[in-house]
């Protein structure tokens, strides 16, 4: 609630009596007074004098720029997550994403009825990130043959962008919905990659630019039921064929052992992890077979795929 009102910026800014700070934020006072105190208590702020809070070294990571702050905007997607684990026990009861329940519209939906939250988590998704790791072929040797990439569902191209500065030779397309693609500027061009990229404004589940070398799936599959995700992977295979190769990245691990959790997947869009026998199941049926499998230098799985 501290990050959705601003709190901490207002009090490095040198406000600290609980009145100003209420009219800054448009609360009441006592209601905020009492939420402070509690923070308080927790190791958060101090209570210097009565009714005058201050930052200390713990709250200060309020004021930096990450996915902690977006976590935390209520406004933001960071309400959406919250709000999304009163689903959680009506997810196991029926083995369905419970987010349409709790929020009128299915996840995906929701993103595109409300701009703003949109916003807010494609920025999440970026500053929740490092760097990319562009090593995301099994053998860095094949990339010599390696021409045209298709970061499917790549976000604002963080990963492409990545991959383009790592391989001069290498040109890069990136699809995703229209509202994401439109802030790829704001990455390739400070990348200085905007001459070898071009987008593609659409769902992945739609026809994918055919021909290219290699379909790069990352951190996707993990966002979606097996119906869809095995759609993805035939749209890939479909634009692949017959040369190219699919490489995931994320969402699938060696074993089952590595691929547990994702529980707020499950309220929400009904993705979860998945080990390597599980994804060659959806490979097959989308005319995919395994062709490589092993971890990146940053600890990545890496899984190649070509078209059957």
């Known amino acids: 609630m501290v990050v959705t009102l601003g709190v901490a910026e207002h009090m490095a800014d040198g406000v600290t009596k609980v009145g100003e700070l209420a009219r800054r934020t448009d609360c009441d006072g006592e209601s905020l007074a009492r939420v402070l105190r509690r923070l308080v208590a927790n190791g958060l702020f101090e209570e210097p004098a009565e009714d005058e809070f201050t930052l200390n070294e713990a709250a200060r990571v309020f004021l930096e720029p990450g996915p902690l702050r977006g976590g935390l905007n209520l406004d ?3 309400g959406r997550l919250a709000g ?8 196991v009861r029926s083995g369905r994403p419970t987010y349409q329940g709790v929020f009128g519209l299915p996840f995906w939906e929701d993103l595109d009825a409300h701009p703003g939250l949109a916003e807010s988590y494609d920025s999440m998704m970026v ?27 790549g976000g604002t191209g963080a990963m492409l962008a990545e991959i383009l500065r790592a391989r001069p030779h290498v040109h890069g397309t990136l699809v995703d919905l229209p509202r994401t693609v439109a802030r790829s500027g704001e990455i390739f061009g400070p990348a200085g990659v905007a001459d070898r990229a071009t987008v593609a404004p659409q769902s992945f589940f739609e026809p994918l630019p055919a021909g290219a070398d290699v379909y790069l799936i990352q951190s996707v599959l993990l966002d979606w039921p097996d119906e869809e995700a095995t759609r993805l992977l035939t749209r890939c295979a479909e634009a692949a064929a017959p040369n190219g190769r699919v490489v995931v990245v994320g969402g699938v ?12 997947l499950m309220v929400m869009t009904g993705g979860k992890p998945r080990s390597l026998d599980e994804f ?7 005319g995919l077979t395994v062709s490589a499998s092993g971890e990146s230098p940053s600890g990545h799985f890496i899984i190649e795929s070509r078209p059957s």
């Open 253 to 264: 691990s060696a074993d089952r052992a590595a691929g547990k959790g994702g529980l707020l």
């Open 76 to 78: 933001g997607h960071g």
């Open 280 to 286: 060659r199941v959806l490979a097959a049926e989308a």
């Open 127 to 153: 500053e929740g990130r490092h760097v990319p790791d562009p090593a995301v072929l099994v053998h860095d040797a094949d990339w010599a043959d390696v021409r045209h990439v298709v970061d499917v569902g």
């Open 84 to 91: 999304a684990w009163t689903g959680l026990l009506d997810a």
